[in-house]
């Protein structure tokens, strides 16, 4: 990757401090923290249950965190529904199961929220959408519904969709764990130009090919906490600890 | 590669059709024979008393009987017709409620075209039952006024059950979300709501509205009969199409609702730009079962006073000059609410595959 295209980290985009977040009587999240400057690209890995969607869904409040603090773009996520829908404008997240809107067509579920959230016109919204769809790479299925969409189709509308927004930062929840394989590689190339962009992402994946091109950084879960954070290099050569060696002695072992 | 095949044909001939699905097996064939026996014994007679021997003109039931043939009575519908569909209301203006029923039923027809599901029908409609009410009451514009006492027949039937569609629908669906919410008082006050209207019969309602209410209300305040009726169905079909339109709610993926948030939508952008659209597309069958569980539940009326449809059969029966005659009166009062239930139904399938398919045809259209 090319390193002038990355701008440096500046302020945090995004600040965890200290999080703490229960499922009833179960601790899903331990004292988290973790601060994502501008521009910088997180992968967050670990094994399943370790809280890594949980903690992504804390940043534009899809969960509550019970103690710590959550700063986005300098706005406290809390319990003030305008401020929480402040930050949703600024935060784009893309799902694993994709939920896109099925009735309606794709152009349609990307012009939405600019319309009816941004006030954007019509016209423009329309033609930033179909910008977008340029940009994932499927102009051509604008009129056509989710479900007549691969799943590797539907990801990229969902992609673009969350980008018509104009966020400052991406969310991406294992956006390829639902996917076949061979439509796996479309999503990934999709979401490594966005990188190359310059937009900030946080991204819960086990595509660790994806984590060694576009990471800045790797953090690392394991029972509700982060274990570990590095550099890809680092990780990936020589994890710090047992629980992360062991974790990907099992991704990478087969 | 292998060659593609035609596939092979799969309609079969008469014969084998019948053998295919009238005799099968043995209780199959028997069972085609017992349907077929049953058919040539009762069908012929029961066309005869219809059609073939039936009585069209005749100045009562006595004349009837005193034909030759013993068919059905039709002369009785014949005679009584502007009885049956406008009530007791006032001879001479007997256009006012034709009118009225007309605009009804063009107002259905408008509704049922979806290229005209536009937020301008909500105004159609607005104006359309006002004007049904100036033409029904009067008053103004030189229509000399009917107090709504004398309102009947049919065009009270279809006012009963429009009325309590337009508004029972929207007020289920408030219910609905209400059922749903988060705050404690909103969701304990339409659980209350939708338990206790659910649990106590329409009837009782109706008696309640016309016997118990006029009680509670100070001296000098009344509300007539028909508005407290009216009020009555309204609020027991919202009960009944809540809980369906919950339950279509209930079906809509959790994704959904997240997606919508994280998009940054209100609540409010989020229930009727997101949820409701697919929820009430999914409710369609049970929706519509309910409707016409409302349009037929309007004859309760008759129990409070309330002169539609069949109490104007009824009491048209009830003429020394028309005894017995009641089959034939109630074999139509059935053909009628037959008729518009039965719309319905075929309306409502057609809706569900055009909703389903429309987006499929139109996406082909655009490729």
Not at chain 1, 108 to 122: D, F, G, M, Q, Y
Not at chain 2, 38 to 44: A, G
Not at chain 2, 176 to 182: F, T
């Amino acid at each position: 990757m090319n390193d002038a295209a990355r701008p440096a980290p500046q302020g945090p985009m995004i600040e965890i401090q200290g999080v703490s977040k229960w499922f009833g009587d179960f601790q899903a999240l331990k004292n988290v923290s973790l601060r994502v400057g501008k521009g910088q690209k997180f992968v967050v890995c670990g094994p399943s249950g370790s809280g890594k969607s949980t903690m992504i869904r804390l940043i534009n409040r899809l969960e509550r965190h019970e103690s710590g603090r959550i700063m986005v773009d300098g706005i406290e996520v809390a319990d003030d529904v305008k401020a929480i829908e402040a930050i949703r404008r600024e935060v784009g997240m893309v799902f694993q199961s994709f939920n896109l809107f099925p009735h309606l067509t794709a152009l349609e579920n990307l012009t939405l929220a600019p319309i009816w959230v941004r006030r954007t016109s019509k016209q423009a919204a329309e033609d930033l959408a179909m910008e977008l769809l340029v940009r994932v790479h499927i102009p051509e299925q604008a009129h056509k519904y989710p479900g007549q969409l691969s799943g590797g189709q539907q990801q990229r509308v969902a992609i673009a969709r969350a980008l018509a927004m104009r966020p400052k930062v991406m969310l991406f929840d294992e956006p390829t764990s639902a996917l076949d394989p061979e439509m796996i590689k479309e999503v990934l190339d999709v979401m490594i130009e966005l990188a190359e962009e310059g937009m900030t992402m946080v991204v819960v994946t086990h595509e660790m090919g994806f984590a060694r091109t576009v990471a800045d950084n790797i953090v690392f879960m394991d029972q509700g906490e982060i274990v570990e954070t590095g550099t890809p290099k680092d990780f990936f050569a020589a994890p710090k600890t047992d629980r992360a060696k062991l974790f990907l002695s099992q991704i990478l072992g087969h | 590669m292998s060659a593609v095949l035609p596939r092979p044909p799969v309609l079969p001939g008469p014969i084998e059709w019948l053998r295919a699905n009238l005799f099968s097996n043995i209780p199959n064939a028997l069972l085609t024979v017992v349907a077929l026996y049953l058919i040539w014994r009762y069908l012929p007679p029961f066309v005869n008393w219809v059609f073939i021997d039936a009585i069209w003109r005749a100045p009562s039931s006595t004349a009837c009987r005193a034909a030759a043939e013993a068919g059905a009575c039709w002369a009785f519908i014949d005679e009584k017709h502007r009885f049956i569909l406008f009530g007791t209301y006032p001879f001479e203006e007997h256009w006012r409620p034709g009118v009225a029923t007309l605009l009804f039923l063009a107002l259905y027809a408008v509704s049922a075209m979806r290229r005209f599901w536009r937020p301008w029908l909500a105004l159609v409609w607005l104006a359309g039952l006002a004007l049904i009410g100036i033409l029904m009451w009067g008053g103004v514009f030189g229509l000399s006024y009917v107090e709504n006492e004398r309102w009947g027949g049919l065009v009270l039937t279809l006012i009963l059950a429009t009325f309590g569609i337009v508004f029972a629908f929207p007020l289920s669906i408030l219910l609905a979300l209400g059922r749903r919410s988060e705050m404690p008082v909103v969701r304990s006050f339409c659980v209350i709501y939708i338990e206790l209207i659910r649990g106590v019969p329409l009837i009782s309602l109706l008696f309640m509205a016309s016997v118990v209410m006029p009680l509670f209300l100070p001296s000098g305040v009344t509300v007539d009969k028909l508005l407290r009726a009216q009020i009555a169905l309204i609020l027991f079909s919202a009960a009944y199409l809540a809980e369906v339109v919950r339950g279509g709610l209930q079906a809509i993926p959790r994704g959904q609702y997240e997606a919508a948030e994280a998009l940054g939508l209100s609540f409010g952008k989020r229930t009727v730009l997101i949820i409701l659209p697919q929820a009430l597309k999914i409710s369609i069958p049970p929706l519509v079962n309910t409707f016409i569980g409302l349009f037929k539940d309007t004859s309760l009326v008759v129990i409070i006073g309330l002169f539609d449809l069949l109490l104007a059969l009824k009491t048209a029966i009830n003429e020394p000059a028309w005894s017995g005659v009641g089959v034939e009166a109630y074999l139509f009062a059935s053909l009628v609410y037959f008729a518009f239930c039965y719309a319905m139904s075929q309306y409502s399938q057609r809706l569900e595959r055009d909703l389903s398919r429309g987006p499929v045809a139109r996406a082909l259209k655009d490729t």
